[in-house]
């Protein structure tokens, strides 16, 4: 039987041709050289032309349903073919992230070493989820986090040589969930378990809302969640006095304070929590801090930055997300924690199948152990590319270079008297708002602003988000876009003056 393949052909000629004369093995090499060098020059063109498109998708909700067939093609289809619907009927529901006149959210700031590392990783298509799984995709991990560790200037206690480690992880959500679940084993291993009710979780009222879903999934009490307000008076960053009163009260009730997550370069307008005053708090009450800087800790490997993180020698954990302002494509975010143990200790499983003489001589990292889910990606191959493609000096002037398109467009904002800067910009991001006709309230000043939006937003020429802080509608404007430039920012400028002025003279 196991010659029958090669001794019949027609069974041979079956198996590598469908009645349609298409090759069907999956991977033929030339077949996919021949596809893969048309995809690259779809993306080149694509990348070329991405400022032509409206930067937000213009679609409406459902409208690829009806585009395409009910049901999946019986017979293989030509990629000349797929790479056409993908023209015609993909690209127009595509809010296109890549477009230097994209300033929403935060940037998704690819690269071509990032995209060809993430081609690499992909053909290679490893599944290392222990060190035996694929040797290389481990050890490139652990030296690749503590390169950047050592550009962070982060304590050696967050390095392997310093007993501690970093990971890369999908998203800071993942990246939450393991470090919030390790301190409440850590705890609840003291505490007994029966008492998973009395443990706190502490944020900020500007805190991103990944922190609420890790404590859910923890299984938090949810009424144990505390999202502590912050001020104007101190930019939205969580005072560590009011953190302290959040605590002190929670304790006199006989609650346990579990975890705080610090945050550098919040959501809503890049505050930046004091990390030092806030794990002093929480080292008083034998707190895990974590310190969230998913926007903004790439840029602290610029000297000029670095202070923003200044206390993170008493946190228990941090991270960046190395997709947003760091070149990688998605998805790509890097943590460090002082004690891998404890995650291990949480997130560990050993099967009979998995078991091998690496893992048992305790001299190897085991990723599986220190994140959710079992299979992980080669994601290291694409941070060593961009690392190493670009290099810490030319990384730091990208990064530069879009603090300076900021700082423009902040001073753009400022010379208008129609506009004013909301808070202050600390990095790359300008939050601004067109301010009201006189003896007008918050409320229709708020309304100008959601209109002042729509209407930019739906021009297609540029792409911006809001967000509400002390009950100010406010728009945000992050630059970080890998092709935005300075003519871009300020061509950008001008659709907002422009829709601003006839938004002003409809409303008079």
Known sequence: MGSLQTENPEFAAAVATNTDGFATNPLDHEEFRRQGHMVVDYIADYYRDVHKYPVRSQVEPGYLRRRLPDAAPNGPEPIEAILGDITHDILPGITHWQSPNY??????SGSTAGFLGEMLSTGLNVVGFNWMSSPAATELET??????AKMLRLPEAFLFSGGGGGVLQGTTCEGLLCTLTAARDRVLKKI????????????????????????QIAGIHPENFRAVGTTRKDAFALNPASLRAAVAADVARGLVPLFL????????STAVDPVAGLCEVAKENNMWVHVDAAYAGGACILPEVRHVIDGVENADSFSFNAHKWFFTNLDCCCMWVKDPAALVAALSTNPEYLRNKATESKQVVDYKDWQIALSRRFRALKLWMVLRSYGVSNLRNFLRSHVAMAKHFESLVTADERFEVVVPR?????CFRLLPPAQAGRETANELNRRLLEAVNSSGKAYMTHAVV????????????????????VES????QEHASEILAAWS
């Not at 300033?103 to 998704?108: L, V």
């Not at 600390?426 to 300008?430: C, D, I, L």
């Open 192 to 215: 007994g378990r029966e008492h998973i009710g009395k443990l706190v979780v502490y944020g900020s009222d500007q805190t991103h809302c990944a922190l609420q879903k890790a404590a």
């Open 426 to 430: 600390t990095f790359a991001m300008v």
């Open 493 to 496: 400028w001008r659709v907002i």
């Open 103 to 108: 300033y929403a959210y935060f940037p998704s």
């Open 470 to 489: 002390d009950g100010v509608y406010m728009i945000r404007f992050a630059v970080g876009a890998t092709l935005t430039a300075e003519h871009h920012v």
């Open 143 to 148: 030296i690749v986090m503590d390169w950047l």
């Open 261 to 268: 997550c610090a945050t550098v370069g919040t959501t809503s």
